[in-house]
């Protein structure tokens, strides 16, 4: 397995940018530290004294931030693509006095039994990340979570799974009630949006290489349209051998499902 590179030589204000990440997805997501915070009260619950987490398209490591400081005795590992979030992670965390380590893989492509081995992570944890991936390669991701969680341990998925096409109702509303959210959000409170926050950290002198390289690796995908909705989240996860599956908490179509390995 090997670390991802260190960048954070770099003369930027790291933090800052973190801090304006969080300040970015809490637009899209009013209710995102309670989301974590409900994701820690399972951890909270089952996670022996010393284990390890997996971050998994960790972006700038908001899960491996708050999760290392809530458990002293706990390591994460932290994965994700895109270099420039990375960096950003790396700079402001660090290593977390060895606790954090960092990697640089596509989901789509790593093989994350070979990376991590079998048997070896108490809980994975992702948020607001797995919808970018194509069907077939979250049915392959979710097989490997199935090897590399050790039995008891947990899969922890915080996302919108949309609803199935039998509740059109359910839909209809949530995306209505999603698109008065943003415009409340990023209209009316004047929060920076995904774009502008991409523009503003594209321009910080010494990230041009980094934002470059992020462009190649991304610049043709997008969040999946035709993504699997929950009723197929659940069914992977079941297939992928994890024995108890269901949400545990939830807000229209932001959930969090639980798998129970
Ligand atoms: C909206 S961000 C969420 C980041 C973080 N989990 C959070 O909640 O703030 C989505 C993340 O998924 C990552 N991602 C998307 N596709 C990926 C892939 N194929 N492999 C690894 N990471 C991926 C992106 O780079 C990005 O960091």
Redesign the pocket.
Known sequence: MKDTPQRTQLDVDWQTWLAR??VQ?SGYLPD?EARFDAMFDVLDYLMPEQWTAL?L???????SQRLLARYPNARCIA????PL?LAIGQGAMGDVGGRLRWFE??????DLVDMLGEGKIDAVL?????H??PGA?LWRVFAQLGKVVRPGGVFLN?DNMDFANHLPTFQKMTKARYEQQQTESFKKNGIEDWEQWWKAVKQVPGLEALAAEREAR?GH?KSEENRPNYDTHKVMLQNAGFSEVDTIWQHRDNRILLGVR
């Open positions: 990440w969080d997805q995102r971050d398209a960790s972006g700038p490591g908001c899960i994965i994700d693509y895109d979030l893989a596509d989901l789509a492509a790593v992702s948020t607001t990340a797995l970018w991936l390669s915080g991304f995908r």
